[in-house]
């Protein structure tokens, strides 16, 4: 599963003390939206993920798992 990642999008834009609550995995914005991306997670590590954003009150827009890019 290292070779594949877990991308999540929620509704709105992460400000500092959002982002430091996923400081384990990549934050980025685009446009309105946040989107959380997790290199290497399994499906524990995704549930924690969801977990948190449920937490939060997040709204979550998509959950996609990406593979990595052929070399």
């Known amino acids: 599963m290292a070779d594949s990642a ?3 999008t929620v509704r709105g834009v992460a400000g500092p003390w959002v ?5 384990d995995t990549e934050v ?3 446009g309105d939206t946040t989107v ?8 524990a590590a995704l549930y924690g993920l969801l977990h948190r954003i449920e937490g939060l009150g997040l709204e979550l827009l998509d959950v996609r798992r990406e593979s990595a890019a052929p070399a």
């Open 6 to 8: 877990y991308v999540i």
């Open 19 to 23: 982002r430091g609550v996923f400081d």
């Open 28 to 30: 980025s914005v685009a």
């Open 36 to 43: 959380l991306r997790c290199a290497g997670a399994d499906q």
